[in-house]
Structure formats: C-alpha cells, structure tokens
C-alpha cells in the first residue's frame, strides 16, 4: 500500500493528537473552600447586629440565614454554638441612601442602596489568618420608585453579594 505524503501528515497528526491528548488532563475542583477538613471541622457564626444610622429591620435576619447557608452549601463545616476551629462575627454598620445621576434639572435619576458589614473572622489553628475587615455593596434603582417597594429585593440581592464577599475573603481563602 503506497502512502502518499498528504495521507502521512494525516496519521500522523492525528497519532500525536491523541497521545497529547492521552498524556495531558486538565483537572479542576472547585469545592467552594479552601480548607483542610481534617485540622478544621467546626465553625461558629455570632449574630450580626445592625449598628447603622438607617435600621432596616429584615436586613439581619436576611443576611444571617444567606451567610449560613452558603457556608453550609459550600463547607464541610459543622455550625456550632460557642468554642470551635473557625469564628465568624460582625455587625451590620452602613445602611446608606445617596442619589446618583442628577439630571439637568437637579433631581437624582437613581438611588443608590449601599449596605456595609464589618467582620472578624478568628481561626483557632492559625491566628495569621484572622481578618477584620468591612465589606460593602450596594445596587442602583430608579429614583421614581419607591423604597419601600424594591427594598426586600435590592437587600437579598446585596446580601448575596456580601456573603460571597465575606466567604471568599475567609474560608474561600482565594
């Protein structure tokens, strides 16, 4: 059988690819955390009052029950009350209205909603990992609609924000 030289490149090519292909293997895991499981097995989450000017009532319940189950989600970790490897702690400190795009004539075309949380996190195995930092985000909305009715929507959207925010900064370890 004669090869011809266009049908050589072509096994051959096609020998080279399958073995890179066989050789290499692209390998990704993404558990959510970076934590050695078998030093860390425990997690306490405090409350996290609202210290802000503006009180928004709902606001930290709201925040509490999406910073738990997103540890639960994305953790091995078992929430404990009081002494455990990891602590999370925090006070929700800014609840802020300001306008943004003014038009011509002087009145705000939107509102912007910022919530700001502070928090301590405490690692009981390794205290150069301890953080205390604040955390913020905020959303826009058109000025013409009324607080009150976007509120609850705009908090739950913010809170999902902070809590990634907050996890990647701690127990995402990114």
């Given at each position: 059988m004669a090869w011809t030289k266009n049908r050589l490149l072509a096994y051959a090519f096609a020998v080279a690819a399958v073995l890179l292909f066989a050789a290499c293997r692209i390998s990704y895991k993404f558990n959510g955390s970076a934590l050695d499981y078998s030093v860390y097995k425990t997690i306490h989450v405090s409350e996290f009052p609202i210290r802000a000017a503006l009180v928004y009532p709902p606001l930290q319940p709201l925040f509490e029950t999406e910073l738990l189950n997103y540890i639960d989600r994305n953790t091995r970790l078992q929430v404990v009350e009081g002494q455990a490897d990891l602590s999370l702690e925090g006070e929700i400190t800014g609840?802020?209205?300001?306008?943004?795009?003014?038009?011509?004539?002087?009145?705000?075309?939107?509102?912007?909603?910022?919530?700001q949380v502070r928090v301590k996190y405490s690692d009981a195995k390794d205290e150069s990992k301890d953080i205390d930092q604040t955390f913020s985000a905020y959303r826009d909305f058109d000025s013409s609609l009324m607080l009150t009715d976007v509120q609850d929507g705009l908090c739950e959207e913010i809170s999902k924000e902070l809590v990634e925010l907050i996890f990647n900064a701690t127990l995402g370890n990114w």
């Open positions: 609840y802020n209205l300001t306008p943004q795009a003014v038009t011509e004539n002087a009145y705000a075309s939107m509102t912007r909603l910022t919530i």
